[in-house]
């Protein structure tokens, strides 16, 4: 599966790779003249005592090895040229792949891992298209080649050379059966670092603040010990023909001038054809060598390579139904939540009746007319966000039906349906760009769409105390901005596309209630033909909206308006009083 990746990949770029694989071909022929040039040059012109001939075949043998170097250069940078290109599209296939994955499919592989595969593994199969139109042409044409002209020079001497390189040729295939395993254990360690590292970085204020720098610390390093580990074992075994045939050129060399020696005496050979012979056997090693190194680096790609393909060929999970196919509401409000259950990862081994151990929603239900708005309020981790994960399609529901305007979210396409949102999200990204792209976000927005979002999210005044105002540069995740700045420059963004439905997902946490309510009061005046859902902590935030759902551990504990609750549910009338004040 890994080595079809990289073939395939190379194959919209094989005219270019063809060229710089001649081109090699080429240059590499020329190298193998160069000692047979300089035999002749020995044994046949300078016995000639003829100044003009030495100058002539001296002369001949600079402009090959001109000639040579030319070649090899043009071959290289056309080689690095298509290797980038091949691992360009490699990247941008993958980040593709990665952003039309469903949430479950995401959550299988893992963010550390998507990052390393699409960094350190895209690297080694970039390593290996390179060496693949170099190495894998010159090596091989310096074994075969030098074997074919020391054959042609002296079969005796060559024979040395038949004996030696079967040998290591055999050892470096034996070694390299074991490569590729033991390179994609050094992978999935690196995803370990990986991950460990993106979870100190992003909480380093918190290690920081708890005094648990020496914990991270020995944290980390026992994933990158076992990385480590992983890759000096693999290093180690791949290495293990290296040491063989620098003893097995020094042996052959020895032998080389033995036999020669004995052979010029003896007057079967000239003395150079010894001097040819060294430079030959010299080449034939190298090509041994570099055959070794080509079988790491194809093992290290391959290994790579199929941890790409494990993403690469992942299949939708997540098909478009048809309307026939799809469920149909029961109502015909904008937004329908039917007896929906929901649990992260299907366990079908549970037995049939039973509550699955991972279930996070039992049997919820509400529905919203077009402009209506629903207030979600409940304990950490009780299923609020999970609710807007499945009205946008991040993942299907387990049971029931999801319906926005009157048809199953399933029979949407993913771009149609999101369309229909602004969204604010629990901890959501502000990205390395000026506020006005980050309220933009590539959208085809012009300077009063924009100065409106920014007047309704109640952020004017704090952007128009800045010198560049809307030009401010953000750091990457908002740093320079406090907490309630960066939800005022979300709310913005949300706001700024006039969207069918609006999502603020506890996205007023940092804002004082004057400032809450400010943005309450602006969003149900001039967004009043947006169906708006809120997710909060604080009764005072969603108190006015129509409707409000009480959850807790994955239930509707309550339901209806404001007033209504206060009456039916215990819960809620707890939190209300605890918040106001008000608990005796």
């Excluded at 295939?173 to 991950?195: A, K, N, T």
């Excluded at 001038?257 to 007057?267: D, F």
């Excluded at 939708?316 to 196919?325: A, I, T």
């Excluded at 399933?410 to 000026?434: A, C, I, S």
Aim: aromatic share 6%; net charge neutral; with cysteine.
């Amino acid at each position: 599966m890994g080595v079809r990746l990289i073939l395939h990949s190379m194959r919209k770029y094989s005219r270019k790779i063809a060229c710089s694989m001649v081109i090699k071909l080429l240059g590499t022929v020329t190298e193998l003249m160069i000692p047979y040039i300089l035999a002749h040059l020995i044994d046949e012109v300078v016995p000639l005592g003829c100044m003009e001939l030495v100058i002539l075949w001296g002369s001949l043998m600079v402009l090959t090895a001109l000639l040579t170097r030319q070649l090899n250069v043009c071959a290289n940078r056309i080689a690095i040229d298509n290797a980038h290109n091949v691992s360009y599209d490699i990247r941008q296939a993958l980040f593709t792949k990665t952003a039309n994955l469903s949430g479950s499919q995401f959550d299988a592989f893992g963010l550390p891992s998507l990052i390393s595969r699409m960094t350190s593994d895209s690297y080694n199969i970039q390593s290996c298209v390179q060496a693949l139109q170099t190495l894998c042409v010159r090596m091989p044409m310096m074994l075969l080649g030098g074997i074919a002209v020391t054959l042609a020079m002296d079969p005796v001497l060559s024979s040395i050379l038949c004996v030696i390189v079967p040998v290591l040729i055999v050892v470096i295939l034996g070694v390299s059966r074991y490569g590729i395993p033991l390179y994609r254990r050094v992978q999935e360690r690196l995803d370990e670092v990986v991950r460990t590292m993106r979870e100190d970085i992003d909480g380093i204020r918190v290690v920081k603040a708890l005094s648990k720098t020496e914990y991270e610390k020995n944290r980390f390093a026992r994933n990158n010990d076992a990385m480590t580990r992983a890759d000096i074992k693999a290093s180690t075994i791949m290495a293990i023909p290296g040491p063989l045939m620098q003893m097995c050129l020094n042996i052959g060399l020895t032998l080389v001038v033995l036999v020669g020696a004995m052979r010029v005496n003896s007057g079967q050979i000239k003395p150079g054809v010894i001097l040819a012979f060294l430079t030959y056997f010299n080449m034939v090693m190298q090509g041994v060598l570099g055959i070794n190194r080509i079988f790491m680096m194809i093992s290290k790609a391959t290994a790579s390579a199929s941890r790409l393909s494990q993403v690469l060929s992942v299949e939708p999970d997540q098909r478009v139904l048809s309307l026939s196919e799809a469920k149909k509401p029961s109502g015909d409000e904008y937004i329908r939540f039917e007896h929906v259950n929901f649990r992260y990862s299907a366990q079908d081994d549970q037995p049939e009746g039973t509550a699955k151990r991972d279930q996070c929603l039992y049997d919820i239900s509400f529905a919203l007319r077009r402009g209506e708005s629903l207030g979600i309020i409940g304990p950490t981790g009780c299923g609020k966000t999970t609710i807007v994960n499945l009205l946008m399609r991040f993942y299907d529901v387990t049971d029931g039906g999801v319906f926005v305007d009157g048809r199953d979210v399933r029979t949407y396409e993913k771009d149609e349906l999101h369309r229909k949102f602004g969204v604010v999200f629990q901890n959501d990204m502000v990205f390395y760009n000026t506020l006005r792209e980050n309220i933009r976000f590539g959208r085809n927005l012009d300077e009063a769409a924009l100065m409106q979002a920014v007047e309704d999210a109640v952020a004017a005044e704090y952007i128009g105390s800045l010198e560049e105002g809307l030009d401010y540069q953000a750091d990457i995740k908002g740093a320079n901005l406090s907490g309630g700045q960066k939800q005022r420059l979300l709310i913005s963004r949300a706001l700024a596309g006039n969207p069918d439905i609006l999502i603020l997902d506890d996205s007023s946490s940092a804002l004082d209630y004057k400032t809450d309510a400010a943005l309450r009061k602006a969003i149900f005046e001039r967004h009043r033909t947006s169906t708006t859902i809120m997710i909060a902590q604080r009764v005072s935030s969603i108190q006015s909206m129509t409707h409000i759902l009480v959850m807790d551990n994955g239930r509707c504990i309550g339901y209806g308006t404001h007033e209504e609750l206060l009456k039916t549910c215990p819960s809620y009338l707890y939190t209300y009083r605890s918040q106001m004040g008000a608990l005796s």
